[in-house]
């Protein structure tokens, strides 16, 4: 359905590609997996025709290619009908045909689990229902060729599995599929085949997918790069809270506490007050007032409340500290926050230089700026949601040990994430919600990604 040779893309004096050779055929999904920055959203790119190669080739055949991209393009102010249908709505005559769009929306959106109405604007949705939003309206332009750029990394696991579903049953349909994922678990249950990327360059091209397993693909995307196995921090529940939220539940210095729970079971909310995005008593005004007692809040949508995207790496990591906190006087020393990013840029691994655009960094980099941003101003409290959302294995374990050792440095971290294994990892004790209430509590020792499945959906720990 689509055979690309030999594609090479240049940025400035960066290859981004070099001579990939990838194909898609009929009724197969062949995934596409590397580390930030390795070139996988070029290809995407050049694949979907948002760019042009500077060399090599791009054929297909059927009815076109429909991608999903991680950057979600979703128009917040036009309803979810007007987003599902932006470019050709159906029609009755000269007028746009409500009732039309209704019925070809239905079996769509109840095949996908989405269930919200049709009149609602898109930008009241959760981030996991816009996702969906821009999969379903993917689906009924009823492509031959189906590209998704991450399209699990804001949703939940029973989203997941909705989708895999889905999947499953476009390729029994004869729909060829490119999935783009760092959930590499994931991607070896659902692909046929797999291409890695490292370093712009395939080292491993359409291998099958049960020729290779998890070892096999993260050494390939990895190359030499030795990933440090974490190191779990030794917590004491010794001396007062640092956090108190409300009557809630408590976080001492040094703790990461987890809140979980299936979409609108309140914990989220819980996050949006404390970093002043929804007034609560005791809570923070504003972002800014939060901002300036010392919280820290690295949010799911980046492109949203993270970064600014027209803006230089530099810019970015000195916004929190000098236009949030109010740190450095009145005038921007250009030279002493540049130095700074440099620091953070190796610190972190950025790929990309003090003077790049945001914009033009991978999904997984610019996350990696938002952190940064955070580490500049040495916040008094972290609240995390969702902080690894589209980075690859090994940045997130590195990613992970930050979080770890500014927990070892006494901070008390609150952290939400839509992927139960990092729970798992990361905290001390996850607190369970449903509809706004903490259900059940479980210790560093009772925690699994079973046992919190469990007890979201039951409402009890067993």
């Known amino acids: ?129 816009q996702q969906l939003l821009e999969i379903g309206r993917a689906l009924l332009r009823e492509p031959s060729v189906l590209i998704l750029d991450e399209p699990t990394s804001a949703l939940p696991a029973d989203a997941v599995e909705r989708l895999m579903g889905v999947l499953r049953r476009l390729v029994a349909r004869g729909v060829a599929v490119l999935y783009v994922s760092h959930f590499l678990e994931e991607v070896l249950r659902i692909a046929s085949r797999v291409t890695v990327l490292r370093d712009g360059r395939a080292v491993l091209a359409g291998v099958d997918a049960e020729s290779v397993d998890l070892d096999a693909v993260v050494t390939a995307m990895l190359g030499d790069r030795v990933v440090a196995p974490p190191i779990r921090r030794q917590f004491s529940h010794e001396g007062p809270p640092a956090l108190v939220v409300g009557d809630l539940f408590s976080v001492a210095p040094g703790e990461i506490v987890g809140l979980a729970g299936l979409q609108g079971a309140g914990h989220l909310e819980v996050l949006a007050a404390l970093s002043g995005r929804a007034r609560r008593p005791g809570t923070p005004r504003s972002p800014r007032a939060a901002v300036r007692a010392g919280v820290a809040f690295v949010p799911s949508d980046r492109k949203r409340y993270g970064l600014m995207l027209d803006q230089p790496v ?62 500049e101003a040495d916040p008094r409290v972290l609240v995390l949601d969702d902080p690894t959302r589209g980075v690859d294995v090994g940045a997130r374990a590195e990613m992970h040990a930050v979080i770890d050792s500014l927990a070892a440095a006494g901070k008390p971290v609150v952290l939400a994430s839509t992927d139960l294994a990092e729970l798992c990892e990361l905290c001390d004790r996850v607190l369970v919600f449903q509809r706004g209430r903490v259900v059940a509590r479980l210790t560093r020792s009772e925690l699994s990604e079973q046992a919190l499945s469990v007890a979201m959906n039951a409402g009890f720990a067993r």
């Open 314 to 375: 530099w810019r970015n990591t000195s916004a929190a500290a000098w236009l949030g906190a109010g740190r450095g006087g009145w005038w921007q020393h250009r030279r002493a926050h540049v130095s700074s990013a440099r620091g953070l840029i190796n610190r972190l691994r950025i790929r990309g230089g003090p003077y790049d655009l945001v914009s033009t960094l991978s999904g997984g980099n610019q996350q990696k700026v938002v952190f940064a941003k955070w580490l």
């Open 1 to 129: 359905m689509l055979r690309a040779h030999g594609l090479t893309r240049y940025y400035g004096g960066v290859t981004a590609l070099s001579e990939v050779d990838i194909s898609l055929a009929p009724g197969e999904v062949h995934a596409v997996v590397g580390e930030n920055g390795a070139g996988k959203s070029t290809l995407v790119k050049i694949l979907s025709g948002v760019l042009r190669p500077d060399a090599g080739s791009v054929s297909s055949s059927g009815r076109g290619v429909a991608l999903v991209a991680q950057e979600l393009t979703v128009f917040p102010d036009l309803t979810v009908a007007e987003n599902l249908f932006p470019l050709d709505p159906p029609r009755r005559g000269p007028l746009v045909s409500r009732r039309r769009m209704a019925l070809l929306a239905a079996p769509v959106l109840a095949e996908l689990g989405l269930d919200v109405p049709l009149g609602v604007r898109a930008g009241s949705l959760s981030l996991a229902d």
